[in-house]
């Protein structure tokens, strides 16, 4: 036992490694911060940690935890939590429903990890407002969430509908799965704000330029779509093209089919581009 701080200093917990707290003196420092990435901690993640409801940064990534660790619970009673992070550390099971109660959430990466199973709608938003009308927009779930890095484990079943009402996503890292079914039935078109969008190696149908309505897609701040090794298939539509800040275009290992749009040209932000591995004709002139 490391006893107190004694003297009116800080509490011995506050200089332990990877902790960080912020000064406060009603009734005590807490404990804001933690971060033990890349410490070679095992076994499982322990409940209790749901206890720390003033806890903004818990970062656990890169740890090899016990082939039974699992996503407690209890991590959804962290009220304050913005950044969540437990990549790389060999957790399997599923992502708790009960999560959409961190309506703080800004980052959520849980990437490269042995997550396997459907992804629910229920992880983002409530289930009591799933059942209302999709138009409307929720006040309560990962609301806030800019960033979702779920990439490299084993998901199955559909994309979430949900995803939707996620509108301040800017970077969406689904690669590298076992999605399935067709992504049609997806409107993005108001999440005006994201940036990255990484869909490949998953086995996915559809047409992708349904993702993106082109009355949105015209104000989309898209840099970064990569959907290559899937099943997508259709004409790759001149909708799918009207995004003025795209960066990079990789629809390759596709069955696209049809010609080449002609405004593929006027993408002048665009740095890569890879169509190749379909079934598209024409080709692409510089200037």
Known sequence: GGGGGGGGGAPSYCNWYG?????????????????????????????????????MVLRLNDNIFSDDATIPSELSQMDALEELEIANSNLKGSIPTSLHQLVELKKLSLHSNRLAGPLLDAVFIPTNIISQQQQQQPTRGLVKLTSLELFANAFTGSIPTRLQNLRKLRRLVLHDNAFEGSISNLDWGGMTSLKVLSLHSNQLTGSPSALFPKTNVTRSNLQNLVLFNNSFSGPLSNDLMYMPNLRQLNVAYNSFTGSLPMNVRELRSLTSLDVSHNRLSGTIRSG
């Open 19 to 55: 902790i960080t707290c912020r000064r406060s003196t009603i009734p005590r420092d807490v404990v804001m911060s933690i971060d033990l990435s890349q410490n070679e901690l095992r076994g499982t993640l322990p409940p209790v940690l749901g206890l720390l409801k003033q806890l």
